[in-house]
């Protein structure tokens, strides 16, 4: 049954391909819900299904948690409807919550899958830093009171660069997957107004993995964990050295590259 | 009866000035309302009775509109509470919801009033432009599609700078105050990812009178109103000769100056 479902919806003339950003403050999370409670997933099947004329099941580069953002979600579908390419961000973005917003639409090989041909993956994590907290920030960005020594951030950081088992830093009820990762450049940046923000590149990332290594390295800054102990915790490949994991609304699904 | 409350209020031996700044979009504007509505006055001044253990009531630099946003808006109150000054901002916040924020608080001379002392107020209007909306600023700027022509909006503006009357940028229904004001400054820039920012410092503003300047000036970037003709809507002192009243969620009452 699955298989001919399957099937049916590759046999559909059309593979699309959409870039999109959302801000997850109000959703479950990307991943279709059930049980009335509303993911990204859901609202966006719904509405495409308005604009192609077909009942749409979408594929999805990375499963974003309850209230994470995205900037550059990548999703792509099958399709027996005939809205041409250059017309489709205008007319989905007319159909979706603002909270939703469809950056590019392409039609693409009919072997591509967003979730399965990704070949690497940006994440976003953004702090706020600062004696008062910013209002405007509070859905978009981790509040931290005290004072943050980046430099000492940027040097623990350094040592996850590469291919290492991030079991430190995995979430305690991810046992099944390989906790191997190749992390290809990470930077730990203070912009204005007080907020740091944090870029992950790498090949894959375990669930949890980035907000558990912000958890982790925000104890770094706040001179509570050394440099060296950053170290000792990753080569202890268990979760329980690590520290706390980070709150959703500073995490961004940045790109994905393919 | 009312002198008699207001006496009483002032009888008290403390005058406290709060810088604070708030978010907007989930209040019916800055002023106490009644009937159900929530204005930031309401939870202002319930809060600050918890901290301060006496019945509050605010005097406020200025009453934003339902949605309006404030970085720096002023208020003071009488009080005969005890707390030391140094401990008001964080105890404040600590009963405060997360979109309203104390920046700062100091004892003032009991002659110091929010509103009846201020000098100048400067007033922040943002706009976002650019192909495709942002989810992150939708709640924070004007979303504008088509491209605007920043040099001809800053000709236009400049023309605003002095003192003039401003009847044709006052609201509707305003009949009886004064329309002559002194705008010092005024500039338009263009930050990153699209951001237009205006700022405007002047000695005060009519009701609406900033959001509708600013539907007014976008006609000029969008080429639908030129430079000439702006001046002409001054000049004719008829609000119906102005554009459209410019969105709510672009605007913050950014500084008050004593």
Redesign the interface.
């Known amino acids: 049954m699955k298989k001919n479902h399957k099937e049916m919806m590759k046999a559909r003339k059309r593979n699309i391909k959409l870039v999109l950003?959302?801000?997850g403050g109000h959703y479950h999370g990307f991943q279709r819900q059930t049980n009335h409670v509303l993911a990204v997933q859901n609202v966006l099947e719904e509405k495409l299904a308005i604009i192609f004329g077909d009942e749409i099941e979408l594929a999805a580069a990375g499963r974003t948690d309850a209230g994470v953002?995205a900037y550059g979600q990548v999703v792509n579908f099958f399709t027996d409807g005939t809205i041409p390419v250059e017309r489709m961000?205008r007319a989905i973005?007319s159909v979706l919550p603002?909270?939703?917003?469809?950056?590019s639409a392409v039609e693409v090989g009919r072997d591509f899958s967003a979730r399965h041909s990704a070949k690497d993956k940006t994440y976003l994590y953004r702090i706020q830093q600062g004696d008062?907290?910013?209002?405007?920030t509070?859905q978009?960005a981790w509040y931290i009171r005290k004072k943050l020594d980046i430099s000492a951030m940027q040097m623990a950081l350094a040592q996850i660069v590469g291919e290492h088992d991030f079991s430190s830093f995995k979430a305690a009820s991810n046992v099944t997957m390989s906790p191997i990762r190749t992390i290809y450049e990470v930077s730990c940046e203070e912009k204005s107004e007080g907020i740091i923000e944090l870029f992950f590149l790498g090949n894959g990332f375990l669930y949890h993995m980035v907000r558990n290594i912000i958890g982790t390295i925000v104890n770094v800054g706040l001179g509570q964990t050394t440099i060296e102990q950053f170290q000792e915790i990753i080569a202890a490949k268990n979760r329980k050295y690590a520290g706390a994991t980070a709150p959703a609304q500073g995490l961004y699904l940045y790109k994905v590259t393919y």
Chains 1, 2 share one sequence.
């Not at 603002?98 to 950056?103: F, L």
Request: glycine share 0%; no cysteine.
């Open positions: 950003a959302y801000d953002h961000v973005n603002e909270d939703i917003v469809i950056r008062i907290p910013n209002p405007f509070r978009y």
